[in-house]
């Protein structure tokens, strides 16, 4: 008889699945003179105060916009629990609202699920490579498989001979980089 003493191979790794993006409030049909319709524009246009050529609805951070009467409840989801920025978009919602005509504008902050680089737009990180900072690539690692990077794409030459400078830039959502090919330092959003 013979006995093995072979003992089992453990699960070398496991790849989850990317939890799925929670849905943005939708979209409401922009029918002339809705106030819903005009509530949301007028929220989606507000911009990021340490990105100015960002809107908050570029950066995903603008969850959704309820109308009641005269009354707006927008939510936003900051990019992190300590953003600095959080209270200047407060601030610039309900002066954009009130200015739209809405008598009463109440910003609410929601923390879960944490905002993720998966949720800003298309359209938003191609403002941020025009405005000279390069954007997120791939897929925030929520959950997930941890993503390696193999480099950044510099804005303004579009070379990958590229470097780490500082981990932090000139926000905390941002990285120093320094371009080896036409020696300029550019900021990178970071993934997360």
Same mark, same amino acid.
Request: hydrophobic share 40%; with cysteine; net charge negative.
């Given at each position: 008889?013979? &006995? ?33 319709? /005009? ?6 246009? &507000? ?14 951070? /603008? ?45 609410? /902050? ?14 938003? %990180?191609? %403002? ?13 690692? &929520? ?19 590229? $470097?780490?400078?500082? $981990? ?5 959502? %941002? ?7 036409? /020696? ?5 959003? %970071?993934?997360?």
């Amino acid at each position: 008889m013979t &006995v093995s003493t072979a003992t089992p191979v453990p699960e070398l790794s496991r790849v989850r699945e990317h939890p799925p993006v929670p849905e943005q409030s939708p979209v409401p049909e922009l029918v002339e003179g809705s106030s819903l319709g /005009l509530a949301r524009r007028v929220a989606a246009s &507000v911009t990021d105060p340490e990105v100015p050529v960002l809107t908050i609805e570029d950066l995903g951070i /603008l969850r959704s916009v309820d109308v009641d009467g005269d009354r707006v409840v927008v939510t936003i989801t900051p990019t992190y629990s300590g953003c600095p920025a959080v209270d200047t978009i407060r601030d610039d919602l309900v002066l954009a609202l009130s200015a739209a005509g809405f008598a009463q504008v109440d910003v609410r /902050l929601t923390l879960a699920p944490a905002w993720t680089t998966d949720w800003m737009s298309d359209a938003g %990180k191609r %403002k941020l490579e025009e405005f000279g900072i390069a954007p997120p690539t791939g897929r925030a690692a &929520v959950g997930g498989p941890i993503p390696v990077r193999l480099s950044v794409r510099c804005p303004r030459c579009g070379s990958l001979d590229t $470097r780490e400078l500082a $981990r932090f830039g000139s926000t905390s959502c %941002k990285a120093l980089y320094e371009c080896r090919a036409c /020696l300029e330092p550019f900021d990178h959003f %970071k993934a997360h």
